[in-house]
């Protein structure tokens, strides 16, 4: 069934690529880049004179949250990718305090983070990474922005934080902490001798141990600067076409998804010159969520969880339990997201009893 229909996978890590299309977007300057947006979080918080106070929304991937921990004193307040804005009556910084906002899936518009800084003062940090390129990115006017790298640009490792109101950046760490990035880009290249030779599960095998343990070390690595291998394929920008491809290809699917009564999309629409990183889909349970996710991987079709939360906010940690994100990216075209609708449906039916 797979070579019928000629991809022999969907999901998971971005794999080695040596195309850069132009046009391209370029990186904000000037800027300050780390290996990881975890690093640069951590350089903001160590630059200020006393312990740092961090606000973090509750939905987002508690491995940054405790990674920070380590530099700041980690305050939650409420939010929901389904909202428009956060639950504002539990954001309550002092004007020293560094805000993380988050511009879920790059659909989000700027205008109610916009307004609620006109009466509150603090440091805001914008965190870019899943559209380091919307509107709301490059029109920025928040203190610090910040771009995981590697979630949207095959690079192994790298982050981006800059300054849209021309603060100053942190000094660029001295720390060499590399390994776990030398690991990931192995598996990278690893992936893309899998997918585009052999399908050769020796391979497969090792691209997914090279990730798993690269992942691991890049969690644990001190904060250092962006490697030289990320950093040479950073220099390229990012081909325009990889964002319209994206929102192109989530656009279908949420049409090809209409009837799916199992799941609904997290967000039907976005702004304009926004493009959306993955169409997320919210399950009615965690059982119906898991039993998809398995089936889907049955099928070669990879979904991550985004995110694994661990806060106190109810409402972030249910839906951190019933989500699950279909990739939409560059990588795919307008005939896996037929793919991918075509076994979301199939397995509805299979299962209708089962999950029930
Ligand atoms: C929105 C967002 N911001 C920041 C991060 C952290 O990025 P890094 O792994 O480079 O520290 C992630 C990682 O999942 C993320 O999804």
Not at 292 to 312: F, L, S
Request: charged letters at 25%.
């Amino acid at each position: 069934m797979t070579m019928e229909w000629g991809r022999i996978e969907i999901g998971s890590m971005l794999h080695w690529e040596t195309e850069f299309p132009a046009p391209v977007w370029s990186w904000p300057e000037p800027a300050a880049f780390f290996s990881l947006c975890r690093h640069a979080l951590e350089a903001l918080c160590g630059a200020r004179r006393t312990r740092a106070t961090l606000w973090l929304p509750s939905f987002f991937c508690f491995e940054v949250a405790r990674h920070c921990q380590a530099v700041a004193d980690i305050r939650e307040y409420h939010d929901d990718c389904r909202w428009s804005e956060p639950d504002w009556s539990t954001l309550r910084p002092r004007p020293e305090d560094l805000v993380l906002a988050v511009n879920y899936f790059g659909v989000r518009s700027p205008e109610p983070w916009n307004r609620w800084r006109q009466n509150n003062s603090c440091i805001l940090v914008e965190d870019h990474t899943q559209d380091p390129f919307s509107e709301w990115a490059r029109n920025s006017t928040s203190n610090y922005a910040v771009c995981s790298i590697r979630k949207t640009v095959p690079v192994p490792d790298g982050a981006i934080l800059w300054s849209p109101t021309g603060n100053a950046l942190p000094e660029a760490p001295q720390a060499m902490d590399w390994n776990g990035s030398s690991l990931k880009a192995g598996a990278m290249l690893y992936k893309r001798s899998y997918l585009s030779e052999t399908s050769d599960p020796d391979l497969k095998a090792r691209y997914r141990d090279l990730q798993l343990r690269g992942e691991e070390m890049l969690s644990r690595s001190a904060c250092s600067a962006i490697s030289p291998v990320a950093e040479a394929i950073v220099s390229f920008g990012v081909p325009k076409f990889w964002r319209e491809r994206r929102a192109a290809n989530t656009r279908l699917l949420i049409t090809l998804l209409n009837d799916f009564s199992d799941a609904q999309p997290a967000f039907r629409t976005w702004p304009e010159r926004h493009a959306p990183f993955v169409l997320p889909l919210v399950f009615p349970s965690t059982a119906a969520r898991d039993h998809y996710q398995d089936a889907m991987r049955k099928e070669n079709i990879y979904c991550p969880v985004e995110w694994v939360c661990d806060t106190t906010d109810p409402g972030a940690k249910d839906l951190s339990s019933r989500i699950l994100s279909i990739s939409t990216d560059h990588r795919y075209s307008e005939t896996d997201m037929r793919r991918i609708a075509e076994v979301m449906q199939r397995v509805g039916c299979e299962s209708h009893v089962e999950i029930n």
